[in-house]
C-alpha cells in the first residue's frame, strides 16, 4: 500500500518536472521577445536622434528590468514545482 | 595589435588554469562530500543532488543555521552553527528568533552601510570641504536618486521630505544585493522573507503618505475610484487588490531576480559535478563570470527599481487626490 502511494507520487513528481521544463521554455521565449521589442524601439530611436541616446538607453533599462520582473514570478513557479521531491509531495 | 591579441591568449589562459584549477579542487572536496551525503540521507536523492557529488544549487541559495568563514583546512571554509535567541508565541504561531544566514549577512550590509554612510559620506553634510574618497560616490548616487526618482515622483515637497527613506531602500537593498557576490556570503535579498519585509516597509509608507495627504475619508473615497455608487461593489475589492499586488509584486521581482541569478550560475559549476570531469570547467567558469558580471548590472538595476517604484507609488497616493474633478475616472 506504501509503495503503490510512494509511485502515485513519483508520476506527480515526473509531471512536475515536465511541467517546469516546459514553463521555464516558454517563459524565456516570452522574455526574450518582449525584450527585444524594447531593445528595437531602442535602437530606432536612438539612430533617429543620437543625442537622446542616454535617456532611451536609461528607459530601455529600466523597462527591461520591469518585464524581466514578470519573467521571474513564472521562474518562481518553475522552481516550485522542480524541487519537488517524494518528501515533499 | 600583436601586444593586444597576447594580452588576450595570456588573460584567456590564466582564466582557464584557475578554473581547471578550482575545478579540480572542487572535484577532490565532492568525493569527501559524496560520502557522507550517502551515509547520511537514504532517501532524498532526487530533489536536485546532481550527479550526487555535492553541488545542490537549491540548497545553496536557501537560508540555512549555518554560515561558512573562510579557514585554511581541506574545505577551505569552517562551519559555524548559528544559536536561536529562543520562540514566543504570538496568537497560535510559533515564532522561532533564530540566528541563520540570512540574518547574519543583513547584519554585515547594515554594518557596511554605517560604515560607509554615516561614518565617511555624512561628514560631507555639515562641512565646508568638498567631498573626499567615497563620499563623492555617494554624493553623485543622492544627488540622482534625489533629482530624477524622487522629486520627479513626489513634487517638491514630499520628495524633499520622503527623500531620507528612499536613500536608505536603495543604498540598503543595493548593498544586500552585491553582497551576494562576494565568496562566503549569501544575498539576504535572495530571501523572500527579507523583501516581504521591504516591501511591507513601502506598503506602509505608500499607504500612509495617501492617507496623511488626503485624510482618512480621502483616502477611503480614493479607493472607490471616483465611479457610481452602484458600481462600488466590483470597485472597491479591486483597488482593495491593487492596493497589495504592488508590493507583492516589488517582493518577488527583487527576490527572483537575486535568486535566479544565483541558480544559474550554481547550475553552471554543477555542470562540472555531473560530467565529473575538470575539463568542463573551460566552458563552465567564463559562462559564469559573465553572468557574475550580469548579476552585478541586475544588482544596481534592482535597488534602482524598486526605490522608483515605491516613490511612484506614493506619488500616485499624493497626486491622485490632487487630480480629483475632471480627471477623475483614472
Redesign the interface.
Known amino acids: 500500500m506504501d509503495q503503490q502511494v510512494v509511485e502515485v507520487a513519483k508520476q506527480g513528481?515526473a509531471m512536475a518536472h515536465l511541467a517546469a521544463g516546459l514553463g521555464a521554455g516558454f517563459i524565456t521565449f516570452s522574455a526574450g521577445l518582449g525584450i527585444g521589442r524594447i531593445a528595437q524601439a531602442a535602437m530606432e530611436g536612438t539612430a533617429r536622434q543620437p543625442e537622446a541616446s542616454a535617456e532611451i538607453r536609461t528607459s530601455m533599462?529600466?523597462s527591461a528590468?520591469?518585464i524581466?520582473?514578470i519573467a521571474?514570478?513564472g521562474?518562481?513557479i518553475c522552481?516550485l514545482l522542480?524541487?519537488k521531491?517524494?518528501?515533499n509531495y | 595589435m600583436i601586444r593586444r591579441l597576447a594580452w588576450l591568449v595570456v588573460s584567456f589562459g590564466l582564466i582557464l588554469l584557475v578554473a581547471w584549477a578550482s575545478a579540480t579542487i572542487a572535484s577532490a572536496v565532492g568525493e569527501d562530500h559524496a560520502a557522507a551525503d550517502v551515509a547520511g540521507q537514504p532517501?532524498?536523492a532526487?530533489?536536485?543532488e546532481h550527479g550526487g557529488q555535492g553541488l545542490d544549487p537549491?540548497e545553496h541559495v536557501l537560508n540555512s543555521r549555518t554560515i561558512q568563514i573562510p579557514w585554511p583546512n581541506g574545505h577551505l571554509a569552517k562551519t559555524i552553527v548559528l544559536p536561536s535567541l529562543g520562540t514566543f508565541q504570538v496568537g497560535g504561531l510559533t515564532i522561532e528568533m533564530a540566528i541563520t544566514k540570512a540574518v547574519v549577512m543583513l547584519w554585515v550590509a547594515s554594518a557596511l552601510l554605517i560604515v560607509v554612510v554615516v561614518i565617511l559620506a555624512a561628514p560631507t553634510v555639515h562641512s565646508d570641504r568638498p567631498p573626499h574618497g567615497v563620499a563623492n560616490l555617494i554624493e553623485m548616487v543622492t544627488v540622482f536618486i534625489r533629482d530624477e526618482v524622487s522629486i520627479p515622483a513626489l513634487g517638491r515637497h514630499y520628495g524633499r521630505r520622503l527623500l531620507p527613506y528612499l536613500l536608505s531602500v536603495f543604498f540598503f537593498v543595493l548593498f544586500c544585493n552585491l553582497l551576494g557576490l562576494v565568496p562566503y556570503a549569501a544575498t539576504p535579498t535572495g530571501n523572500i522573507s527579507v523583501t516581504a519585509s521591504l516591501a511591507t516597509l513601502s506598503f506602509l509608507m505608500i499607504q500612509g503618505v495617501a492617507i496623511k495627504e488626503a485624510g482618512f475619508t480621502g483616502w477611503l473615497r480614493h479607493l472607490t475610484g471616483g465611479v457610481h455608487w452602484l458600481l462600488w461593489p466590483i470597485m472597491v475589492p479591486v483597488e482593495f487588490l491593487g492596493m497589495f499586488t504592488k508590493p507583492f509584486?516589488l517582493t518577488?521581482?527583487l527576490?527572483?531576480?537575486m535568486?535566479?541569478g544565483h541558480?544559474v550560475i550554481l547550475a553552471l559549476l554543477g555542470l562540472i559535478f555531473i560530467f565529473r570531469n575538470p575539463a568542463v570547467a573551460a566552458l563552465s567558469v567564463p559562462f559564469s563570470l559573465f553572468i557574475m558580471l550580469l548579476e552585478i548590472l541586475?544588482a544596481f538595476?534592482?535597488a534602482?527599481?524598486f526605490t522608483?517604484l515605491t516613490a511612484v507609488f506614493t506619488g500616485l497616493g499624493v497626486h491622485s487626490h490632487h487630480a480629483e474633478g475632471p480627471a477623475a475616472a483614472h
Open positions: 513528481i533599462l529600466i528590468a520591469l524581466e520582473g521571474l514570478f521562474e518562481v522552481v522542480a524541487i521531491t517524494v518528501a | 532517501a532524498a532526487e530533489g536536485g537549491v509584486a518577488i521581482r527576490f527572483a531576480n535568486t535566479a541558480i541586475v538595476i534592482q534602482y527599481v522608483m
